[in-house]
């Protein structure tokens, strides 16, 4: 009671919620504009709003006789908008910029807790307030200034390249069908920013009719921010009862639920992994994964889990292959779902990976056409399921991801022979689904990689080591034998079929890039194990390697000499790529299958008479060393020689130049100036143009 009479209460004020314009009403705040200088008394030149957005654009009128403008500024802002030409799609029809658009942002999403008062003849009149929004000055002017700029440059170097070039001739056109678009892929485009960007361009702009703050039609509005009730008993959201209003005044306290992280599609949180049970665990881990050998498996685990669970578990999920476990087809692309790549039904995707994981299961290495050929899947899905457990080698097609695990089919032979009998029954599945024989099913030869290596002791060594110097000791004691004495012809025979010439096998996909290694990865310049004797070779490999050598030589200069009159300029990754197309059409054991590096490559490009032309890249082009290289053939022996060369010198010094800036440099060189049809000739012999502008070969990126 003290306390009341202390605070007495002075005032009661009625309270009224007012509904006509609560889905109407917006409250416009002008950030960048003191409170003292209002728009009220500015001239409104239209007005119009995006009702779903709560987006609004006011055009507002400027004083350009204000002392503040600057016309000259004005004029130009306006000759830079529309050009001298004024028509109705101009957006200065004075000439002079004497407008602006104001154009809104939402200050707040939620605006349930804001309403508008007016208090009259003692009544509090409260209208919610259906947004807020913030009105700043637009600039889109100067996008359309900068696109009259654009196209003013565009039409120029249009008509500089029609007037230098010549029509291009017609290019084939490669038409493609839209694949069939997953939940998943539609989730991702709807969330995107394109997406919503045109969602919001498609919403129509609804004009409207400004009156301003003392017209008539103003003041009638303004009336409706007054309850129209007629008593109180329709005011049934400010009628509450005390605990009610308490509960509105104090909310009961609510457990708030943290929101976890959202992470990204490829991130497993090991934390919410592990609150899993273990069968799931092992799924998700082998699903994000893919491969994995069983021992890395265990370390995922929490520790202090049964192997034998484990392992119980994830046969359920995944298949050994050579001692590892690659996770089940059916894992990936359950039933009813399709390739987000070509929209090809799961049950053919399962047949083709467990096509692959059972070659795997053969041998080291599989053949990227040879399994499109047999399980004709589209390229994609096939180089799709190849990345998922295999990487590529050179001229050998896909090797297996992980090395053979050969402590894991040791510890576990019970679980690798249950493994080999599902493998025997997938085998006899594929062998029907894909119609193949016996013999195509039958394991090859295992790679050298899969071999266990033949491990020779250190005494062996010795022993072996001693015999030759036995050997090496009696013939130096026989100097006249070792003059005198003739070779066996079937010795010598002998010896040169046992010398191991290496041989390239052609690559299966033109793709690949081509082997350039000096020496076997495998034998590491081992034999068996062993060092070879080097000093017993040696009259036999200067016999054998020179003749060879001065052979390949002469090949691969009557390849380049011809490659290069067809081309004239090659960089050196295109050059490659042509050398493996043509050692591709050559029988096997030709001379071009011994080892070709790339230094040996571009030394005999360079004997041919071709130079290198030091093109000056952009960084950021991005060009790799290989496609930087940039080889041309210097004399065709041709009049027209010294043209092609300066040509040439041109693009030493630029990455790209313009047609008039090669013939001026050509006028320069010569007293006499060659035809244009002469120079157009020998500008498309060696460049390309794209947009006006002239490139070497191979050095524009597409």
């Not at 290069?564 to 990754?573: A, I, M, P, Q, Y």
């Not at 244009?676 to 006006?692: A, F, L, P, S």
Request: aromatic share 8%; charged share 25%.
């Amino acid at each position: 009671m003290a306390s009341d009479e202390e605070d007495p209460v002075i005032q009661e004020i009625d309270v009224f919620l007012a509904k006509s314009l609560s889905e109407k009403l917006y409250l416009f705040q002008y950030p960048i504009r003191p409170y003292s200088m209002t728009y009220d008394d500015v001239t409104h030149l239209s007005a119009k709003i995006k009702p779903k957005q709560q987006k609004v654009e006011l055009e507002m009128a400027i004083d350009t006789i204000s002392p503040n403008y600057c016309r000259s500024k004005g004029e130009q802002i306006a000759l830079n908008v529309d050009g001298s030409c004024t028509d109705e799609t101009s957006t200065y029809s004075t000439k002079l910029m004497d407008k602006q658009t104001f154009c809104s942002t939402q200050a707040a999403t939620n605006t349930s807790r804001y309403a508008a008062a007016i208090f009259k003849k003692g009544e509090l009149h409260l209208t919610p307030l259906h947004g807020i929004l913030q009105l700043r000055p637009s600039f889109s002017y100067l996008d359309k200034a900068d696109a009259k700029h654009k196209e003013r440059e565009a039409a120029l170097e249009a008509d500089d390249s029609s007037q230098d070039e010549a029509e291009e001739d017609v290019k084939q056109v490669t038409v493609r069908f839209a694949r069939p678009e997953t939940e998943q892929a539609r989730q991702r485009r709807v969330q995107s920013y394109e997406f919503l960007q045109k969602k919001q361009a498609e919403e129509p702009w609804t004009h409207l009719h400004y009156y301003g703050i003392k017209d008539s039609r103003s003041e009638h509005e303004r009336q409706y921010l007054f309850c129209q009730a007629s008593g109180m008993a329709e005011m049934t959201e400010l009628i509450k009862s005390p605990s009610e209003y308490l509960a509105m005044l104090m909310p009961p306290p609510e457990e708030e639920e943290i929101a976890k992280p959202v992470a990204p599609s490829s991130v497993l949180s090991m934390a919410q992994l592990r609150t899993l049970p273990l069968g799931d665990q092992v799924k998700t881990l082998m699903k994000n994964v893919k491969i994995m050998p069983f021992a890395n498996l265990m370390g995922l685990i929490a520790s202090g889990t049964d192997s034998t669970t484990v392992l119980r578990c994830i046969q359920q999920v995944a298949m050994l292959v050579q001692g590892n476990w690659v996770v089940k087809s059916d894992i990936l692309y359950p039933k009813d779902t399709c390739s987000p790549h070509s929209g090809v039904p799961a049950d053919v995707l399962c047949r083709g990976r467990d096509f692959i994981m059972w070659k795997f299961t053969q041998g080291r290495h599989v053949v990227r056409k040879e399994v499109a050929s047999i399980t004709k899947l589209p390229p994609e899905d096939v180089k799709d399921f190849l990345e998922q457990m295999a990487m590529p080698q050179v001229n050998k097609g896909w090797e297996f991801l992980l090395p053979y695990d050969g402590e894991f089919v040791k510890k576990h032979p019970d679980v690798v022979q249950r493994q080999h009998m599902l493998w025997l029954g997938i085998q006899a599945k594929l062998e029907k689904v894909y119609n193949l024989s016996k013999e195509e099913m039958a394991p090859k030869k295992p790679d050298l990689q899969s071999a266990t290596p033949v491990i020779i002791s250190g005494e062996q060594r010795v022993q072996v080591a001693k015999e030759k110097a036995k050997e090496k000791f009696g013939v130096l004691n026989k100097p006249s034998q070792r003059t005198v004495e003739k070779p066996n012809p079937a010795t010598t025979t002998m010896d040169i079929a046992n010398v191991r010439i290496k041989q390239e096998p052609i690559s299966d996909d033109e793709t690949e890039p081509m082997d350039v290694s000096q020496c076997d990865s495998i034998n590491n310049g081992l034999f068996n194990g062993m060092h070879v004797d080097e000093n017993s070779t040696d009259s036999l490999s200067s016999s054998l390697t020179r003749p060879k050598t001065d052979a390949v030589a002469q090949e691969l200069k009557g390849f380049l000499n011809t490659t290069f009159k067809k081309h004239g300029v090659l960089t050196l990754s295109e050059l490659k790529r042509l050398f493996n197309l043509h050692l591709a059409s050559l029988p096997p054991g030709h001379l071009l299958f011994s080892d070709v590096s790339d230094k040996v490559l571009q030394e005999t490009v360079l004997d041919c008479g071709c130079k290198q032309i030091l093109v000056p890249f952009p960084p950021q082009i991005g060009a790799t060393p290989e496609e930087q290289k940039v080889f041309a053939l210097w004399e065709l022996g041709s009049p027209y020689d010294p043209i092609r060369q300066i040509v040439l010198e041109i693009f030493s010094k630029n990455y790209r130049v313009r047609r008039a800036a090669i013939q001026s440099r050509i006028n320069e060189e010569f007293s006499e100036e060659p035809s244009k049809q002469e120079v157009d000739k020998i500008i498309k012999d060696c460049c390309v143009t794209y947009g006006g502008m002239w490139y070497l070969k191979g050095t524009m990126r597409s």
